[in-house]
C-alpha cells in the first residue's frame, strides 16, 4: 500500500485522536464517577467515597482505600490502552473485572484537569502528580494514605460544544446519583458514600447480603412487595427481586439488571421477565425488578458497547428461558425449574410479600368495626362445618373474608363535602358484589359498575376541573409525613415542587433525600401519602416528554384520584351506593377511569330480551 503522497486521506493528530475516543466513553460527569469507582473496584477497594460539586460540572473526587499505585504504574495508568487486567488476546472473551480497555483513565485526562494521589499499603510514602490535556506532570512525595484518589475538574473546558449540551446540575446529579446506586447494588460488601456541595447524600454501609443492599436503596417498603427469585444451574445462576403482580404500578422504576455486577440493559432479559409475569400484570402495570444474573465470562461479550452498557451472551435462548422461568417459580411458588438441554434443579422461591387475601382488602376503619361481630359469627359456624383437611386460608376465602392485620390496613375515608348532583335517571340499587361492584338499575337498563374506576373517574373529573380554574385548593395534614425516596427522585421532586403546589400537593426538602409533606388537594380525604408520591414520581419522570401542560398535569391528576378513590373491597351501604352512582352519571358516564380501566357494563332491556329469547314475542 502507498503512503502519503498528497492525498486527500491523512493520519488525525494524537490530541484529536484523544478527543474523540473520550466522546465515547465521557458524556457526562455521571461517565467519569463510572469509570472511576469501576477502577476502585478493580482495586479491591472497600469503602469509596465520591464527591461532587454542581453536579460533577465543577470537581469531581473519588476516594478509595484499594491497593493504590507505584509510580511506574502511575505514569502509564494515563496512555492510552494501558491496563493491568488484560494479559493475552484469550482474556478479550472472558472479562472478570470491570474495567479492561485501558480507555478510562487516558479519556477522562483528554478532557479536564486531573490531580492523583496514591499509595501503596505499608508504604512509607505516597504520590501526587497531575495531568493536564493529557500531559503528565512531575510527581512529588505526599502522606501514605493507603489507596488512590484522583479529582478531577475544569470538565470539558476544551471542549465547549459538549459542555454545551450538559443539562442542569440537578439532572447531571441525578445521573450521578443512579451510578453510584447501581454500583452498590452490584456490590453489597462495599461501603459507598456520595457527597454533593459538602452534604452527604448517600451512605451505604457494607452489608452481608443482596437483601440488605437493596433495602438500603430502594427502601425495606421495597422488598415488602416483592418476591425472592433464586435460581441456581451448572451454567448460571440468577438471584433478586421481583415485585408481586399485586403490587405492580405502571411504574418502571426500578428495573436493575446485572450481569457478572456490571449493570446493563438487555432486551433479551427484559421481554423474558416481561414473559416470565404473563398475565399476572394488570393493564397499563409493569414489572419492578432488581436481578443479579451470574454467567460464566466465557458465555458473554460485555466489548460491544463504548460505555460497556450493554452485553451479548453466546446462548441467548439459554439465558431467555432461564430468565422467564425463574421469574415465574417466584410469581407462581413453584418448585422445579427445568432448562432445555439442562437437568431439572430445585428452585428455592421464598415468598418476602405476604399476599393481600382478596375478600376484605382495604376498607374503612368503621366498616370493619361494623362487620366484625357478623362475620366471627360467619367464620364459627363455617369452622364447625369445614371439611377435614381444609386448611384455615381455605376457609377464609370461602367466607370471601380476609385476615385483618393492622398494618396492612389503608384507611379510605370520604370526603365531607357535598358533591353537586344531576340525577338525570332513576337508579335503584339493587346491591353490591364481592364488595366491589355495584349492581344497579340505571333507568331500563342494568348496570355493573366498578366502584373504585368509577370514584376514580369522579375525583378526576373534578381536579380537572379546578386545575382548568386554577382553584386546586391546598389541605394542610394535620401531621406532615417525611418520606425518604432515592436521592435521583429527590432531585426529581425538586424540580417540580412549584409545579406539584400549583396540583395541591406542597412538599418541602426535609435534609438528604427526605422530603416532607405537607398538604394534599382539597376534598381527598385520608390517602396513602407514600404510595402516592411512589406514582407521582413516575408521572414526573415522563414530564419532559409531554408535549402540552394539560398533557403533562393529566397523569398527575390521575394518580391523585387514584390513591384517593374508594377501594375495591370496601362495603358500601345502600346510600353511598347511590350517591356515587349519581356523582359519576354527573360527571357525563365515563365509561373508562384515567388510566383506561373499564368503569361500566350495561345491559339494556333489548339486550336482556334477546339473551332470554323473548325478542320477538
Known amino acids: 500500500m502507498v503512503m502519503g503522497g498528497g492525498g486527500k486521506i491523512r493520519i488525525l493528530p494524537e490530541d484529536i485522536v484523544g478527543l474523540i475516543a473520550a466522546g465515547e466513553v465521557i458524556e457526562r460527569p455521571a461517565a467519569v464517577v463510572k469509570e472511576l469507582i469501576e477502577n476502585s473496584l478493580d482495586a479491591g477497594s472497600r469503602y469509596i467515597t465520591i464527591e461532587v460539586k454542581d453536579g460533577g460540572l465543577t470537581m469531581i473526587r473519588v ?30 472473551w472472558a472479562i472478570r473485572t470491570m474495567g479492561f480497555r485501558g480507555e478510562a483513565l487516558p479519556s477522562i485526562a483528554a478532557v479536564s ?15 501526587a502528580f497531575e495531568v493536564r490535556q493529557g500531559q503528565i506532570g512531575s510527581l512529588t512525595e505526599t502522606a501514605p494514605v493507603a489507596g488512590t484518589s484522583i479529582e478531577v475538574t475544569d470538565l470539558f ?14 439532572t447531571e446529579f ?18 459507598f458514600r456520595l457527597i454533593h456541595n459538602g452534604t452527604e447524600v448517600m451512605n451505604y454501609p457494607a452489608v452481608l447480603s443482596e437483601r440488605d443492599r437493596v433495602a438500603q436503596v430502594y427502601r425495606p417498603s421495597f422488598l415488602a412487595r416483592c418476591l425472592e427469585v433464586r435460581t441456581v444451574l451448572p451454567m448460571a445462576q440468577v438471584s433478586g427481586y421481583v415485585i408481586d403482580p399485586v403490587h405492580a404500578r405502571s ?61 451479548r451472551f453466546a446462548d441467548q435462548e439459554f439465558i431467555h428461558q432461564l430468565m422467564r422461568r425463574a421469574v415465574r417459580c417466584a410469581i407462581g411458588g413453584e418448585r422445579n425449574l427445568q432448562i432445555a438441554g439442562e437437568t431439572e434443579q430445585v428452585v428455592q422461591n421464598k415468598e418476602v410479600a405476604t399476599r393481600p387475601c382478596q375478600g376484605h382488602p382495604l376498607g374503612a376503619a368503621e366498616m370493619v368495626l361494623k362487620e366484625e361481630a357478623h362475620e366471627e359469627a360467619d367464620i364459627e359456624r363455617a369452622k364447625r362445618a369445614k371439611p377435614e383437611g381444609a386448611s384455615d386460608s381455605q376457609l377464609m376465602e370461602r367466607l370471601d373474608i380476609s385476615f385483618r392485620f393492622s398494618d396492612q390496613l389503608s384507611y379510605v375515608k370520604e370526603t365531607a363535602e357535598c358533591y353537586e348532583r344531576l340525577s338525570q335517571q332513576e337508579i335503584v340499587v339493587l346491591g353490591q358484589m364481592n364488595r366491589t361492584f ?36 391546598a389541605q394542610p395534614l394535620l401531621i406532615p409525613e417525611s418520606i425518604t425516596v432515592s436521592a435521583a427522585h429527590a432531585a426529581l421532586l425538586g424540580r417540580h415542587l412549584g409545579d406539584l403546589e400549583k396540583l395541591g400537593l406542597e412538599l418541602e426538602p426535609f435534609g438528604g433525600s427526605t422530603v416532607l409533606v405537607r398538604a394534599v388537594p382539597l376534598g381527598l380525604g385520608k390517602i396513602d401519602v407514600e404510595s402516592l408520591l411512589l406514582d407521582l414520581l413516575d408521572d414526573l419522570s415522563q414530564w419532559n416528554q409531554a408535549t402540552t401542560l394539560e398533557a403533562k398535569v393529566r397523569p398527575i391528576l390521575a394518580s391523585l384520584a387514584c390513591h384517593a378513590a374508594v377501594r375495591a373491597g370496601r362495603s358500601l351501604e345502600p346510600l353511598e351506593i347511590k350517591a356515587l352512582v349519581e356523582d359519576w352519571i354527573a360527571e357525563g358516564e365515563q365509561s373508562t377511569c384515567p388510566h383506561g380501566r373499564r ?8 339486550d336482556l330480551e334477546k339473551m332470554f329469547g323473548r325478542a320477538g314475542w
Open 113 to 127: 484537569h486531573v490531580r492523583v494521589t496514591t499509595a501503596l499499603h505499608r508504604a512509607e510514602t505516597g504520590l
Open 438 to 473: 355495584l349492581i344497579v338499575r340505571l333507568g331500563g337498563d342494568l348496570a355493573v359498575i366498578d366502584q373504585h374506576t368509577a370514584h376514580e373517574r369522579v375525583l378526576f373529573e373534578r381536579l380537572l376541573r379546578g386545575w382548568l380554574r386554577r382553584d386546586i385548593q
Open 157 to 170: 473546558s476544551n471542549q465547549p460544544a459538549r459542555k454545551k449540551f450538559l443539562k442542569s446540575i440537578a
Open 63 to 92: 476516594t478509595d482505600d484499594g491497593e493504590g499505585m507505584t509510580a511506574g504504574d502511575a505514569q502509564l495508568a494515563f496512555a492510552r490502552h494501558a491496563t493491568s487486567k488484560l494479559h493475552a488476546e484469550q482474556d478479550l
Open 599 to 606: 368503569t361500566v357494563f350495561r345491559l339494556s332491556t333489548a
Open 174 to 191: 441525578s445521573h450521578i446519583s443512579r451510578v453510584v446506586q447501581q454500583a452498590a447494588l452490584a456490590w453489597p460488601s462495599v461501603h
Open 251 to 311: 411504574s418502571r422504576v426500578p428495573q436493575e439488571l446485572f450481569v457478572n455486577r456490571r449493570p446493563v440493559r438487555s432486551a433479551t432479559v427484559f421481554h423474558a421477565v416481561a414473559e416470565g409475569y404473563g398475565a399476572t400484570l394488570a393493564k397499563g402495570c409493569h414489572p419492578l425488578f432488581v436481578l443479579f444474573l451470574e454467567v460464566d465470562p466465557v458465555q458473554v461479550d460485555v466489548n460491544v458497547h463504548p460505555a460497556k452498557r450493554e452485553v
